[in-house]
């Protein structure tokens, strides 16, 4: 889970695997893979730092990046 803040300053978690996307326009907003979306505080790219660092944390990606660096070299 990550901590990121509404809008109106209350601070909710996350669920970093749901994350689908996350723009800025110039609002933060994060679309989920439910559909649902969140507008938040924080700038795209710390959403994306906390995002990192949570996989990093559950060993996830690692495996993520692994798994890209597999299904480019079966490409060619």
Known sequence: MIRVTRLNGVQIYLNAIL?????????????????????????????ISLVKSYMRNIGSLRLAIKSNNLEESEEF
Do not use: C, H
């Not at 110039?26 to 507008?39: A, E, N, V």
């Open 19 to 47: 994350i689908e996307s996350i723009e800025e326009t110039p609002d933060t907003i994060i679309t989920l893979t439910t559909g649902k979306k969140i507008i938040v505080l924080e700038k795209a790219a710390d959403v």
